[in-house]
């Protein structure tokens, strides 16, 4: 078998005394999308933030592409170029306008020419539906909107694997859908993908797999069909009630 | 004394008022209105300034408080990263040169950076816009240094998450992403350092210079001294209001329209509220 686009190890990540993740092992096939859920606290982000060294981890390895992240002679910028992450509270920089936001990380660090970077800019922005927005700034565009700035800011690095972290959560209802269908269709051009999210209908249609986490460990994975609809262990059954509206806990 | 606390409050504004009108028309009762006008108010003298006054001293006060404040901008943002930087050794060098600074006196260290320079470089025959740009950015840089860094750390974390998951070195994060954001944060208190600056440039007057090299507190002190009149002690004041009024205008324009979206920015300003006091 060929080498999984994301290999997590004997993960440990500990705050203080808090033991945030207990010896995490997690692959990603390449083009696989893993949808990750569980309960608040239970170190969800934490998992996805030691993907791109944004924490680093006690213990265990990360591999992405083979490569050994935790590694201390790792370039972890180098690394970084090639994993996209897209942010709960969206992060667009507050001072640059749409376009720039996206070609200011490929002009300064992958050292593309403005003209280039402009036209990079450009297709993923019309990917993402928002060509017209090149000129705005983050501030007059909606939360749908600029999460999906952001995407096409992560995607404008051509990066190999995209994490997700809650993407939706801080969208009003309405705004998720717009969202959700971005993910949609780059999951189905085949990017390899880790989406933590409270979204099970989306986890359910998108998702090759399901991990659900609790306490710092992972408790059940599986397709979407058996956790979400058919969980074996406890736990995930009483999340999994509490979650989901009342509709789909009768299936 | 039954009275409703609105009555009471309105008596004690009634008192207030009167005190005030009483001691103002006391002292214009009691100042020779005449003499000061004399004084003040020679129009001969007055006259005679123009046009050097403009020419020569105003341009002299905006060129050293700009060379002070470029200077004291480039090493403030120095010292703030210091500060905020990883290795301890930057952290307690940064912090001493601050506590020095603003400890001190700012003729203090303009005397002794003006003359202090020539006398550990000599022979360089250091430019004297150069020593005044040192001395003045010096004395600035201190202030400055503590208000770019709260400005710094008022940028949301999530800015530098984002640069560095896009693959900028923290170096590049800093000055592509936090800085600007940060400067933008700052430019009221940074507008308020710049007039209290444009005030402490009347000290070079104290390293001495010919009379091209004038600003306006020196001017008018020459010309006090020719005319025998007070007369261009008020112009060079007027002088300083053109130039501080408008920038106080801008600095709370600048206030106003970033203070409602940015709450954190509040940090920033009162750092610098409290900078402002203790330098009164
Ligand atoms: N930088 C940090 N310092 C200290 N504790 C932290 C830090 N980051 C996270 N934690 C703690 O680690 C635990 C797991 O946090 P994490 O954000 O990974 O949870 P999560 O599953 O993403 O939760 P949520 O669904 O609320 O986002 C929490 O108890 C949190 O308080
Ligand atoms: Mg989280």
Redesign the interface.
């Known amino acids: 078998m060929s080498e999984p686009a994301i290999r997590i190890t004997g993960l440990r990540k500990c705050f203080g005394d808090l033991d945030v993740l207990c010896g995490i092992d997690v692959s990603v096939a390449a083009g696989e999308v893993v949808c990750v859920i569980g309960p608040s606290g239970s170190g969800k982000s934490t998992l996805l933030r030691c993907v791109?060294m944004?924490e680093e981890p006690d213990q265990g390895s990360v591999f992405v592409n083979g490569v050994d992240l935790t590694h201390e002679d790792v370039d972890i910028?180098?690394a970084?170029?090639r994993?996209?992450?897209v942010?709960q509270?969206f992060?667009?920089?507050?001072?640059l306008t749409v376009l720039n936001n996206l070609t200011?990380?490929q002009r300064?660090?992958?050292g593309r020419g403005k003209e280039e970077a402009n036209k990079v800019a450009l297709e993923n922005l019309a990917r993402v539906g928002l060509a017209e927005k090149a000129n705005a700034m983050p501030?007059q565009l909606s939360g749908g909107q600029q999460q999906r700035v952001?995407i096409a800011?992560?995607l404008s690095?051509d990066p190999e694997v995209m994490l997700f972290d809650e993407p939706t959560s801080a969208l009003d209802p309405e705004l998720v859908g717009d969202v959700l269908e971005v993910m949609r269709l780059l999951a189905e051009e085949g990017m390899t993908m880790l989406v933590v999210t409270h979204e099970m209908q989306f986890a359910r249609e998108v998702a090759d797999r399901v991990l659900f986490m609790d306490g710092g460990v992972v408790v059940e994975q599986g397709p979407p069909a058996q956790v979400i609809g058919a969980p074996r262990h406890e736990r995930t059954r009483t999340f999994l009630a509490r979650v989901l509206d009342p509709i789909h806990r009768v299936e | 004394m039954a009275m409703s606390k609105r009555k009471r409050t309105r008596v004690i504004r009634v008192v207030q008022y009167a005190v005030l009108v009483v001691v103002v028309a006391g002292f214009a009762a009691t100042a020779d209105w005449g003499r000061l006008a004399d004084a003040f108010f020679d129009l001969d003298v007055a006259s005679g300034m123009f046009p050097d006054v403009i020419t020569v001293a105003l341009v002299n006060t905006l060129i050293y408080t700009g060379l002070g404040f470029g200077f004291g901008l480039v090493v403030g943002l120095v010292l703030a990263l210091m500060r905020l930087s990883g290795v301890p050794a930057y952290r307690w060098l940064a912090g001493i040169y601050i506590e020095f600074f603003r400890g001190l006196p700012a003729l203090l260290v303009i005397l002794a950076i003006g003359s202090g320079i020539p006398l550990a470089f000599p022979g360089t025959n250091l430019d004297r816009y150069v020593s005044i740009m040192i001395a003045l950015g010096i004395v600035a840089s201190a202030y400055m240094a503590e208000t770019i860094r709260a400005g710094i750390q008022a940028v949301p974390k999530g800015q530098v998450e984002a640069a560095r998951s896009l693959g900028m070195s923290s170096g590049r994060a800093m000055l592509w992403i936090v800085v600007p954001q940060a400067f933008k944060i700052i430019l009221p208190p940074l507008t308020n350092e710049l007039i209290l600056l444009t005030k402490d440039s009347s000290l070079v007057l104290f390293l001495g210079s010919s009379q091209l090299q004038y600003e306006l507190t020196q001017f008018g002190r020459t010309e006090l001294n020719q005319s025998r009149s007070l007369t261009p002690v008020l112009v060079a004041g007027m002088c300083y209001l053109i130039i501080t009024i408008p920038l106080s205008y801008l600095s709370r324009y600048l206030e106003r329209r970033t203070g409602g979206t940015r709450i954190r920015s509040a940090e920033a300003t009162e750092i610098v509220d409290t900078e402002l006091e203790a330098t009164k």
């Open positions: 791109n944004l910028d180098a970084r170029r994993i996209g992450m942010f509270s992060n667009l920089f507050a001072h200011i990380a300064k660090v992958l501030a952001a800011r992560a690095m």
